[in-house]
């Protein structure tokens, strides 16, 4: 079964803080996405990661995908109210005809 | 601008009846996918195209029917047969290896 775990899946911090966000896969695949998510917007592409090892970084957030252990983080760094969305990872399963499969979502609230 | 148009952005449908949910894009992709969305939850794929004239069923199929006349529409029917239509609807397409790119969505209710 094609799976795709996040956690938490809600996730309440301060302002300047950091945390990260976890996201596990059931079979092999080394393309993953994380997009975001506005309250009643539709999604926005943050980061494309390709390959074991893979590292972006934008601002205050940074994702990483570790292939080997099927499980990409993305690490906030010194959270701001800007960043309170829900953020969903979503993983390409090439050998199931390139099979999108998302993550459950995690709702970031940051508190001033 | 190039991008993904959904329209509309919220719909009504009545018991018994079929509504037409609609996505245009201009971003000359060849694939084009429809995901419902429930409050809280993910994203489940409905039907997917990778290609004119073709088309296969996603995860929750069952209740809707879609079409691929031509590469830059890909209409969703959401049928009578499915019970529970009420959700957010959101359109995407990509082209190969690239992530999906998102419409605004469809907000669908009951009446």
């Known amino acids: 079964e094609l799976k795709v775990e996040q956690n938490p899946l809600f996730l309440s911090m301060q302002e300047g803080k950091n945390y990260t966000i976890y996201c596990n896969y059931s079979?092999?695949?080394?393309?993953l996405y994380w997009y975001r998510q506005d309250p009643g917007k539709s999604l926005e592409s943050l980061f494309v990661?390709?390959?074991?090892?893979a590292v972006k970084q934008e601002g205050r957030l940074m994702a990483s995908l570790d292939t080997k252990a099927r499980l990409s983080t993305l690490h906030i760094t010194a959270a701001v109210h800007d960043l309170s969305a829900t953020y969903f990872c979503a993983v390409d399963f090439m050998e199931y005809g390139n099979k999108l499969v998302f993550g459950a979502g995690t709702i970031l609230r940051v508190k001033s | 601008d190039g991008g993904i148009t959904q329209s509309p952005k919220y719909l009504f449908r009545k018991e018994g009846q079929n509504v037409t949910l609609s996505c245009e894009q201009n971003?000359?992709?060849?694939?084009m996918y429809w995901y419902r969305q429930d409050p809280g939850q993910g994203l489940r794929l409905i039907y997917y195209s990778q290609i004119v004239n073709d088309f296969q069923k996603g995860d929750i199929a069952e209740g809707y029917s879609v079409s691929r006349e031509k590469k830059e529409s890909f209409p969703l029917t959401v049928t009578s047969a499915q019970k529970n239509p009420t959700a957010f609807y959101l359109c995407?397409?990509?082209?190969?290896?690239?992530?999906?790119?998102f419409g605004d969505g469809t907000r669908l209710s009951i009446l």
């Open positions: 995407a397409s990509s082209s190969i290896n690239q992530p999906q790119h």
């Open positions: 990661l390709l390959s074991n090892g």
């Open positions: 971003l000359n992709h060849d694939a």
């Open positions: 079979t092999t695949s080394d393309r």
